[in-house]
T-cell receptor, first 114, second 114 residues
Framework: DTEVTQTPKHLVMGMTNKKSLKCEQH?????MYWYKQKAKKPPELMFV???????INESVPSRFSPECPNSSLLNLHLHALQPEDSALYLC?????????????FGPGTRLTVL | AQSVAQPEDQVNVAEGNPLTVKCTYS??????LFWYVQYPNRGLQFLLK??????LVKGSYGFEAEFNKSQTSFHLKKPSALVSDSALYFC????????????FGSGTRLSIRP
């Protein structure tokens, strides 16, 4: 099973709202990732968690706050977002953050900020 | 610095004909190379990867890719295209020396006409 699940599928929020995106995998993977993808563009890496610790933050604004409560779960907390933050947010996981491990992606959350 | 280039924004092929989606890379050291496919409003699906060994890599859905070190290329191929192959294809590279992240190409939209 190479499934990564993400909820919700769609999210519409105002600029003053607080919301969270959720990602889950049960493959025993120890690395988890958040990507942002604009239409017809490649995914852009935001955060990497390695063994439940934040290992990479690609200079993401603080209005995005990641959290890894356990090895299977990854959250992305959103607060005071801007309309330009509207995008598809993808979660991925891999067996290990190093080496040649394949990243497996979830279906994404389509976020619209009004 | 590592990078990957997909020189064609769009590739159009008639159903039943062979298809090629081009990718060239630039890394210091040995590359790990990946191909992903993305269908509309979906996450990325892993197709295949090259780590080491045989230069011809076979993947999902009848796709294959050939690693060419001298030309620093990793083109995706399929002998006979299907209409259902129409999607957005991303090449990605991870440098052996950099365990942190993969870099995606800009993507190539593949359109298969009946």
């Amino acid at each position: 099973d190479t499934e990564v699940t993400q909820t919700p599928k769609h999210l519409v929020m105002g600029m003053t709202n607080k919301k969270s995106l959720k990602c889950e995998q049960h493959m025993g993977h120890r690395a988890m990732y958040w990507y942002k993808q604009k239409a017809k563009k490649p995914p852009e890496l935001m955060f990497v968690y390695s063994y439940e610790k934040l290992s990479i933050n690609e200079s993401v604004p603080s209005r995005f706050s990641p959290e890894c409560p356990n090895s299977s779960l990854l959250n992305l907390h959103l607060h005071a977002l801007q309309p330009e933050d509207s995008a598809l947010y993808l979660c991925a996981s891999s067996q290990d953050p190093s080496g040649a491990d394949t990243q497996y992606f979830g279906p994404g959350t389509r976020l619209t900020v009004l | 610095a590592q990078s990957v280039a997909q020189p064609e924004d769009q590739v159009n092929v008639a159903e039943g004909n062979p298809l090629t989606v081009k990718c060239t890379y630039s890394v210091s050291g040995n590359p790990y190379l990946f191909w992903y496919v993305q269908y509309p409003n979906r996450g990325l699906q892993f197709l295949l990867k090259y780590i080491t060994g045989d230069n011809l890599v076979k993947g999902s859905y009848g796709f294959e890719a050939e690693f060419n070190k001298s030309q620093t290329s990793f083109h995706l191929k399929k002998p006979s295209a299907l209409v259902s192959d129409s999607a957005l294809y991303f090449c990605a590279v991870r440098a052996y020396s950099s365990a942190s992240k993969i870099i995606f190409g800009s993507g190539t939209r593949l359109s298969i006409r009946p």
